[in-house]
């Protein structure tokens, strides 16, 4: 009985009630397309914000700078661990091609093209016509450009409007126009998925981004079997 509580605590305990999704990769060469991983159940029509905007801290909204925005709806209910890729089959284009579970379109007057040196947000709004101006959470970070983007005006954890739960993944070693998780998913972390290093991350011109699931509690099934 202890070992069983003892189980559900540590996954409950993993993920914070604002840690919703993580990219898990992304690859700007054609076509574009971007991977983002569950952290919680989350509920048919649940509606999640992406854009390539950049995030001002000083504000506590993104700036207006003529990159695009991403209305994605999931379509069932998709499970902890489940990878779902959202591509733009032409750059730009009209239409995004989602791997399962949900739809993507334009948030209208918006466009999309996710070149290599774009951060990448995910948020909630408040405001589905104007959701860069009412963000109420943002989920998470990946940026891959060159350079230190954590503590400046564009990470999302400090400032106005903080989202201190979002899960950050700062490329700093060099612009990669293409990268991806490439660790064992079965027991990945939040320490993992932050850590976005040549050592955790794939990184190359041509990769593909992987759909294969994570099982995030697969570290401590381990530790039970063992004992």
Not at 117 to 134: E, G, K, L, R, V
Not at 141 to 147: E, L
């Amino acid at each position: 009985m202890k070992k069983i509580i003892l189980f559900a605590l540590l996954i409950t305990s993993q993920f914070t009630s604002a840690q919703l999704v993580a990219f898990s990769g992304k690859n700007s060469n054609p076509d574009d397309n971007f991977a983002f991983v569950a952290l919680q159940e989350i509920a048919s029509g649940t509606v999640i914000f992406f854009t390539n905007k950049e995030w001002d801290n000083t504000t506590g909204t993104f700036l207006d700078d003529g990159e695009g925005t991403l209305l994605f709806v999931s379509t069932e209910t998709i499970p902890v661990g489940k990878v779902i890729e959202i591509t733009e089959p032409n750059d730009p284009g009209d239409t995004f091609i989602v791997s399962s579970s949900g739809i993507a379109s334009f948030v209208p007057g918006s466009s999309w093209s996710p070149t290599s040196a774009d951060p990448h947000y995910a948020f909630a709004a408040s405001n589905q016509s104007s959701p860069t101006n009412t963000v109420t959470e943002v989920y998470a970070f990946m940026d891959t450009r060159a350079g230190v983007q954590v503590g400046g005006t564009s990470d999302p954890g400090i400032g106005v409007n903080a989202s201190p739960s979002a899960i950050i993944c700062d490329w700093t070693l060099t612009q990669a126009v293409s990268i991806d998780y490439d660790l064992d998913r079965f027991g990945a972390t939040i320490a993992s998925l932050e850590e976005c290093t040549d050592s955790v991350y794939l990184s190359d011109t041509l990769i593909p981004v992987s759909l294969e699931d994570f099982v995030f509690d697969g570290i401590f099934r381990n530790s039970f079997e063992s004992n």
